[in-house]
């Protein structure tokens, strides 16, 4: 998915799907954004020079965001926000406008085993948010 002038792949309203193994490239909007859906996956995406978030992510549950490559993106790598029940893993997030990896209004989550380097602010922010878990990063 490459040169659009919105999002590069956006789902709303859903459940039970996967996004996996895409090459997201020179996007207007968001590279990939899941709106108010449940149980799902995002996985082993490589993510490229957008100029929203590399991956958006509001309001949701239960799903798992891992594996991917996220770079040159011109605000956070990874932002989810108003979600709960999930988990940001093994994902390779550089050179950001804003922050790596950030969870606003959140709960019940963990951020473990990413890479995070070369950001805008702070490679990893959590802000309003309750019971979660940062390890190993």
Do not use: K
């Not at 509001?58 to 605000?75: A, E, K």
């Amino acid at each position: 998915v490459h040169n659009t002038g919105g999002d590069g792949i956006h789902v709303e309203n859903s459940s039970l799907f996967e996004i996996n193994d895409n090459l997201v490239l020179r996007i207007a909007g968001n590279g990939i954004t899941a709106n108010n859906s449940t149980l799902f996956e995002i996985n082993n995406n490589r993510i490229i020079g957008v100029d929203g978030h590399g991956i958006y992510v509001d309001p949701s549950s239960l799903f798992t965001i891992s594996g991917n490559n996220i770079s040159y993106v011109g605000g956070d790598g990874i932002f989810v926000e108003d979600s709960f029940l999930f988990d940001i893993t093994n994902n390779l997030v550089h050179h950001t406008g804003g922050n790596g990896i950030a969870v606003d209004d959140s709960t019940l989550f963990g951020i473990a085993d990413n890479n995070v380097h070369h950001t805008g602010t702070n490679g990893i922010a959590v802000t309003n948010s309750t019971l979660f878990d940062i390890a190993d990063n």
